[in-house]
T-cell receptor
Framework: DTEVTQTPKHLVMGMTNKKSLKCEQHMGHRAMYWYKQKAKKPPELMFVYSYEKLSINESVPSRFSPECPNSSLLNLHLHALQPEDSALYLC???????????FGPGTRLTVL | GESVGLHLPTLSVQEGDNSIINCAYSNSASDYFIWYKQESGKGPQFIIDIRSNMDKRQGQRVTVLLNKTVKHLSLQIAATQPGDSAVYFCAEIKYNFNKFYFGSGTKLNVKP
C-alpha cells in the first residue's frame, strides 16, 4: 500500500458540531502531518507527529485537536469551528520528519 | 502571468511544447527541494526531488534544475500534455530544523 487515505472526502458541519477527520497510511512512515489549504494558496502546516508523539503545533487554535492512536492513523478532532475554518484539510506522511512528504486527497470542510 | 492579490501566477502553454516553471527560494541553508503537482480537488502529488549538492536531476519527462547562486529552482516538463494542467508547488526542506516550506505555487494551463 503506497498511499495516504483520508475520510471523509467532504464534510459540512455547523459551528456547534463535533466531528473528526481521519487519515491512514500503511507505508511504515513514522511522521504524519496535518495541513490546511485555502483556495489558491499553498498548504499551511498545522501539526506534526513523529513516532506517534506531537512534534510541532504551529499555534493552531484549540478547536482543532489532533490525535495519533498508532503509527498508521492520524485523526483531527473538530469542535466549535468558525466559517473561516472552511478549507481543504490535507494529511501527509513521510518516513521520518524532514523526509519527502506524501499527501492524501484531502477532506473538503465547509463550516456553516 | 503575474501574481496579484489572490491570483496564482499562471503559465499557459500549447500541448506538445516544453514548460518551465520557476521557484525562487529564500533559505540558502535548505538541504533538499521537491516539486509537487496538485490537480483541482486533489492533494499534492510528489513529482521529483533534488538534493542541495546537485544541480540537475531528470525524471520521466521532467527535469529539475537548481541554481544555488541565485537561489532558483525550476521544473521543466517536456512535451506538455493536457494532463499536466495543475498547480505546481516547490517545497524546501531544512533537515536540522525539521522545517518544510512550500512556495506560493504556479498554475500550468495546457491548451489543446
Amino acid at each position: 500500500d503506497t498511499e495516504v487515505t483520508q475520510t471523509p472526502k467532504h464534510l459540512v458541519m455547523g459551528m456547534t458540531n463535533k466531528k473528526s477527520l481521519k487519515c491512514e497510511q500503511h507505508m511504515g512512515h513514522r511522521a504524519m502531518y496535518w495541513y490546511k489549504q485555502k483556495a489558491k494558496k499553498p498548504p499551511e502546516l498545522m501539526f506534526v507527529y513523529s513516532y506517534e508523539k506531537l512534534s510541532i503545533n504551529e499555534s493552531v487554535p484549540s478547536r482543532f485537536s489532533p490525535e495519533c492512536p498508532n503509527s498508521s492513523l492520524l485523526n483531527l478532532h473538530l469542535h466549535a469551528l468558525q466559517p473561516e475554518d472552511s478549507a481543504l484539510y490535507l494529511c501527509a506522511s513521510s518516513p521520518r520528519e524532514s523526509d519527502t512528504q506524501y499527501f492524501g486527497p484531502g477532506t473538503r470542510l465547509t463550516v456553516l | 502571468g503575474e501574481s496579484v492579490g489572490l491570483h496564482l501566477p499562471t503559465l499557459s502553454v500549447q500541448e506538445g511544447d516544453n514548460s518551465i516553471i520557476n521557484c525562487a527560494y529564500s533559505n540558502s541553508a535548505s538541504d533538499y527541494f521537491i516539486w509537487y503537482k496538485q490537480e483541482s480537488g486533489k492533494g499534492p502529488q510528489f513529482i521529483i526531488d533534488i538534493r542541495s549538492n546537485m544541480d540537475k536531476r531528470q525524471g520521466q519527462r521532467v527535469t529539475v534544475l537548481l541554481n544555488k547562486t541565485v537561489k532558483h529552482l525550476s521544473l521543466q516538463i517536456a512535451a506538455t500534455q493536457p494532463g499536466d494542467s495543475a498547480v505546481y508547488f516547490c517545497a524546501e526542506i531544512k533537515y536540522n530544523f525539521n522545517k518544510f516550506y512550500f512556495g506560493s505555487g504556479t498554475k500550468l494551463n495546457v491548451k489543446p
